[in-house]
């Protein structure tokens, strides 16, 4: 195995182990790196010799800094179909981590977002440590949350979800077990002796001796003016609210909103309300992936991605400009069917299996 491969598949002791391997680009999932994963998982999920799975990153800066943002521009400027083809690759594996029969574990430890909480935070057993940052970002490039973002993001308690994809805010370990999207909190200095504890045993008896409190969050002492706020049925009613809200943070936030893609917010909010009422994780996956499709022909997301990560002069011309130019059929466009050629269709089934430890 070739320490320049970017997922490094091994196996230690009971343990099938993921390493992304891309360590100056964060660890950014690319398409040859989601294929090599569901390689990975598939040959595993019917070897008797794995009993868990371990995910992590190489490198110390995090797990996964979400998709190869910059071939997704290129291929958005040349007006190509790679993005839609890695998008149903990655959106497939992020059911089957979901669906996985045996016990899961993502190390999110540092920075995880975008494609990195698509590989992690669907896992059984997902661990945090006091670096962690977890995110879904995307409206600040003219994205809408995917990988299943909309999903777990529309499960968190309250408005906090909400709040997240909105604002594409960071948190830390204690906002992240807050909001569902992690299970544990580790310190980061004993993620190395957990590895080899599960190498050697059961998930169960790995996790006791590693797992403690993690250090305060800032999320649960919001939840009033969140709550209040986000609960508005539009974008422009949620900044209203945030603005004639007496907390400062609330004031900040709608501030970050106003640096957002008008187009994002509003897609973002409607791909939230209906992941809520679409049922289990396939079925939002399918709508994320009409509206990831949707997004690749929007001025947004091409002037985004040029204003953060080509140009990085971070002062993108959105268009339209404002909330009050984006109408309800500029929102209605990123849902609309594809095409039976066209959709992605993923089997879902009515719980999630039962993992044996």
């Known amino acids: 195995m070739s320490e320049g491969e970017e997922v490094l ?28 994963i569901e390689e990975a998982l598939t040959a595993w999920r019917d070897d008797p010799a794995v009993e868990t799975v371990v995910i992590s990153g190489a490198g110390e800066r995090g797990l996964c800094a979400g998709g190869d943002i910059r071939a997704i521009y290129e291929d958005a400027c040349t007006g190509g179909a790679a993005s839609a083809d890695f998008w149903r690759d990655e959106y497939r594996l992020n059911a089957l981590v979901a669906r996985y029969p045996k016990p899961y574990v993502a190390l999110m430890d540092g920075v995880v977002m975008g494609g990195g909480v698509g590989v992690s935070a669907h896992g059984s057993v997902r661990i945090v440590t006091e670096r962690s940052r977890v995110a879904m970002p995307e409206t600040g490039i003219g994205f809408v949350p995917d990988v299943g973002g909309t999903y777990l993001l529309a499960l968190a308690p309250g408005e906090l979800g909400t709040h997240l994809a909105l604002t594409g805010a960071p948190v830390g370990a204690a906002d992240a077990l807050l909001c569902g999207l992690a299970d544990h ?36 002492a919001h939840r009033e003016w969140i709550d209040h706020c986000y609960a508005a049925d539009t974008v422009e009613e949620i900044t209203a609210r945030l603005l004639a809200h007496g907390d400062a943070a609330a004031k900040e936030a709608a501030a970050t909103l106003a640096a957002k893609s008008p187009t994002a917010l509003k897609v973002t909010l409607a791909a939230l309300r209906s992941a809520r009422a679409l049922g289990p994780l396939e079925r939002v996956l399918e709508q994320e992936y009409r509206v990831s499709c949707a997004a690749l022909s929007s001025p947004d997301l091409v002037e985004g991605i040029r204003a953060q990560v080509i140009d990085k002069d971070r002062n993108p011309r959105w268009s339209p400009a404002r909330l009050s130019d984006v109408t309800e059929a500029d929102t209605a466009r990123y849902f609309a069917p594809l095409g039976e050629d066209r959709e992605l269709v993923l089997t879902a089934t009515d719980s999630f299996q039962e993992v044996p430890w």
Request: net charge positive; glycine share 8%.
């Open 185 to 220: 909190f580790v310190s980061a200095e004993r993620l190395g002796a957990l590895a080899e504890d599960l190498a050697a045993g059961s998930v169960h008896d790995a996790l006791a001796p590693h797992v403690s409190r993690a250090p305060a969050g800032a999320l649960a």
């Open 9 to 36: 598949v091994r196996t230690e002791g009971h343990c099938g182990r993921l390493v992304l391997n891309r360590p100056k680009a964060l660890n950014a999932l690319n398409h040859s790196m989601v294929l090599r």
